[in-house]
């Protein structure tokens, strides 16, 4: 029991998100838990990391979609052999796609110094952690 209790065990259970189960013997718990809940604040921030990566990545995806679908549209508003109807609903299509680039390009900026953020408070936990 003083080996599964100890400051460490409950620091690498802190840190793999798993849960405590309330095991240890009173006068080893507080030792348990000290290093379980600094585990806990290393998981959490490694989580936000993450998480802010995934929808850093869905934005860049989002992005190339619509620079895709803009060169579709541009290369669709060159040709001769369509319509003013078709040109008019081309260039107002191509104007959504635009503004919704701009949007896009301001929330990845936005994104980006978000997860700076996180990460950098993920290297502070990390500069703190003891075990």
């Known amino acids: 029991m003083h080996e599964y209790?100890?400051?460490?065990?409950?620091?690498?259970?802190?840190?793999?998100?798993?849960?405590?189960?309330y095991v240890c013997p009173l006068d080893l718990e507080s030792t348990f838990l000290?290093?379980?809940?600094q585990g806990k604040i290393f998981h959490a921030a490694q989580i936000q990391v993450k998480s802010q990566e995934v929808d850093l990545k869905m934005m860049h995806d989002e992005l190339r979609a619509v620079d895709k679908n803009l060169h579709d549209y541009q290369a669709e508003l060159i040709h001769d052999d369509i319509?003013?109807?078709?040109?008019?609903?081309?260039?107002?299509?191509?104007?959504?796609?635009?503004?919704?680039?701009?949007y896009l390009l301001n929330e990845i900026v936005q994104q980006e110094a978000l997860l700076e953020t996180s990460r950098q408070n993920l290297r502070e936990v990390m500069m703190q952690n003891p075990y």
């Not at 109807?85 to 919704?100: M, P, S």
């Open 5 to 21: 209790c100890s400051v460490q065990k409950g620091y690498s259970l802190g840190t793999s998100g798993r849960q405590y189960n």
């Open 34 to 37: 000290k290093g379980f809940y």
């Open 83 to 102: 319509g003013p109807r078709q040109r008019k609903k081309l260039l107002e299509e191509f104007k959504i796609l635009t503004e919704q680039r701009r």
